[in-house]
């Protein structure tokens, strides 16, 4: 589950790759989630996460077909 420093932290860092290979759609979930911890609203972060997971998931997914 993680508190609110792991969780900054995590979003922090995903959103860094996310912006250095192009995948706005998950960088800008990341930012969310990032600044929702930030500002202490840890459970509004949580409830965000499937969010981000959805981007993460079309992002994996169109990996998948370029690499096919």
């Avoid at 981007?55 to 169109?62: K, L, N």
């Amino acid at each position: 589950e993680g508190g609110r420093e792991e969780i900054e932290a995590a979003a922090h860092s995903l959103k860094g790759t996310a912006a250095t290979l192009g995948m706005e759609p998950l960088r800008v979930r990341c930012l969310e989630m990032e600044h929702l911890a930030e500002s202490g609203e840890v459970e509004k972060a949580r409830r965000a996460l499937p969010s981000l997971l959805d981007a993460f998931a079309a992002v994996r997914d169109a990996l998948e077909t370029y690499r096919s």
